[in-house]
């Protein structure tokens, strides 16, 4: 890069002191990318945010594979769309959550392979509709709250639910025959986790 050349800013580090609305700021060049050409400044503003967390999520924690059922609630924000568009890009099946019926062809345009729209339609039954009966893969919650129980619900043995990117819990017993289920849930009980003979233990503290 050149004196001139534009530029993203990445994560700004003590951005109550050195802030970013400004003509002028100093950061650290390890938070300074090239800004791809043909992407605008608006553009280039919101994307970080939005890809860098979905990525984290996706690609980081949970180590999506091809071929994997990704379950993203949200999925009309800016995290979901991105994380839409990721899970494509590793050849991941992204399977959209939203409250409303009337998003459904946006988010198939936007490259959902399927939607589930939650005003009515059942999660756990849709998700099992859209894989083969199976349940996903990988659950992406982005709302985070009493709704993580019917994603758990929706899940295969062995799933991993992600929180944001910071929270990765993986789901050994799911519903028929293990005596736990996600309706045995609760915001500060994330999942269950361990081994399958483990199914008995669950999570209070989330792990980093």
């Known amino acids: 890069m050149a004196p001139g050349d534009p530029v993203i800013l990445t994560a700004v580090p003590d951005a ?26 608006v553009e280039s503003a919101a994307i970080w945010v939005a890809c860098s967390t979905a990525y984290g999520a996706l690609v980081e924690k949970a180590t999506t594979r091809p071929g994997d059922h990704v379950l993203i609630t949200a999925a009309s ?41 939650t005003d009515h339609a059942d999660i756990a039954e849709a998700v099992r509709h859209h894989t083969g009966g199976n349940g996903a893969d990988i659950l992406l919650d982005l709302v985070w709250g009493p709704g993580l129980q ?26 028929h025959g293990s005596g736990v289920s996600g309706r045995n849930l609760s915001a500060d009980t994330v999942a269950v986790s361990g081994s399958p003979g483990q199914t008995g233990r669950r999570l209070r503290s989330p792990p980093s």
Do not use: C, F, M
């Open 16 to 41: 109550s002191v050195r802030g970013s609305y400004a003509e002028y700021t100093t950061v650290p060049a390890s938070r300074v990318l090239a800004r791809p050409a043909g992407l605008g400044v």
């Open 77 to 117: 924000g800016s995290v979901g769309r991105a994380a839409v568009q990721i899970a494509n890009q590793i050849g991941a099946v992204p399977i959209a959550v939203t409250r409303h019926a009337a998003k459904e062809d946006d988010l198939l345009t936007a490259g959902a392979a399927a939607v589930v729209a």
């Open 150 to 175: 019917d994603l758990v619900d929706a899940a295969r043995p062995g799933a991993t639910v992600i929180a944001g990117k910071k929270i990765v819990v993986t789901v050994w017993a799911v519903l």
